[in-house]
């Protein structure tokens, strides 16, 4: 099976469409939010046409799973795409009045736990579909094989991935993670039908073009996320505190950002518009999946994915990357 594989009898890419729900933000990614609100966005990015939905049991110790779902579950399940990763067990815990250290504002009553193994991935599986309240889930990645062991990953991990794909407990797997280096390892070693490619295929920099390249000539897709470089290309005037790789944007790479928004400026384009666009110009990418933690985020990423954007404007903001 590989990224022209069919899930629930579409193509692949058709299944995903251009935009997707990045549902870290809903896990109280940096900030809590009230489940209202989780909710609202949700079914604002449906109401805005997206149907691909990528969430984590990393994402808010499982929170994200659990509001993901009580808003899917509802929905035709032959509608939507749903993927999960696998890679980190949630333990039970005693929060005794603790917060999450992984920068989710949840209380910490579950201990993350690595686990590559056959039994680990099919328990982590089991337990997302517990939380999500649905009976299967479309994709299974490998989260950060290369923060935790990568070899053990490629040996492992991805074998099992393998099989539970073969065995029809998930319609296609792959592997997400921030480096394209690892990344492209995996690809390698294995025969997956996606790779979530975070932050190294952007508007400022594009890092991972030797992994989009290979993925193309195997026929792997690529989910493109992280496209605003953590902030940095989110608005369209680039603020002095902009934040980069989840910290303090370096101030060359503030003044290469403004650099973009100000060419983006002359073709009458906003610079997060142009940041989307731009994240699905190489063939690799069949999707780009971005988070959102209310409802007006949801609806304007749609919006802005869908606005025409004057294809001058490609090799412009080129010119400036090369100076």
């Not at 980190?88 to 815990?93: F, I, V």
């Not at 470089?229 to 980069?244: I, K, M, Q, T």
Request: hydrophobic letters at 40%; a negative charge.
């Amino acid at each position: 099976m590989s990224a022209a594989s069919e899930l629930g009898g579409q193509p692949e890419a058709a299944r995903l469409g251009r935009l997707g729900f990045g549902a870290a933000g809903i896990g109280n990614l940096y900030r809590a939010m009230p489940d209202s609100q989780a909710e609202d966005t949700i079914n604002a990015a449906w109401d805005a046409g997206v149907r691909y939905f990528d969430t984590a049991p990393h994402y808010g110790l499982g929170l994200s799973e659990r509001r993901l779902g009580a808003v899917l579950r509802d929905k035709p399940r032959d509608s939507f795409t749903i993927s999960t990763k696998v890679g980190r067990l949630l333990e039970p815990q005693d929060a005794q009045g603790r917060l999450d250290d992984e920068g989710f504002d949840v209380p910490a009553d579950s201990l993350r736990v690595w686990d590559f193994s056959e039994a680990g991935i099919r328990r982590s599986l089991e337990d997302s579909l517990g939380r999500l309240g649905l009976d299967h889930v479309d994709i299974a990645y490998l989260h950060d094989p290369d923060v935790h062991d990568l070899e053990a990953g490629i040996s492992h991990a991805l074998p099992v991935l393998e099989k539970l794909r073969a065995e029809g407990l998930v319609r296609a797997i792959g592997v997400g993670t921030n480096s394209a280096e690892a990344a492209l390892e995996c690809v390698e070693s294995a025969e997956l039908d996606l790779v979530m490619l975070a932050g190294r295929y952007t508007l400022l920099e594009q890092p991972g073009v030797p992994l989009l390249d290979r993925c193309t000539a195997r026929g792997t897709g690529v989910v493109n996320v992280g496209v605003f470089n953590s902030g940095l290309l989110a608005r369209p005037e680039v603020p002095e505190d902009a934040h980069y790789n989840y910290g303090r944007a370096p101030r060359a790479l503030v003044e290469r950002a403004r650099a973009l928004a100000g060419v983006c400026r002359d073709f009458g384009v906003e610079l997060p518009t142009a940041a989307l666009q731009f994240s699905l110009r190489h063939p690799a990418v069949v999707n780009v999946t971005v988070g959102a933690s209310r409802p007006e985020q949801a609806a304007g990423n749609a919006a802005r994915m869908a606005e025409d954007v004057p294809e001058e404007l490609w090799a412009a903001l080129a010119a400036v990357r090369r100076a």
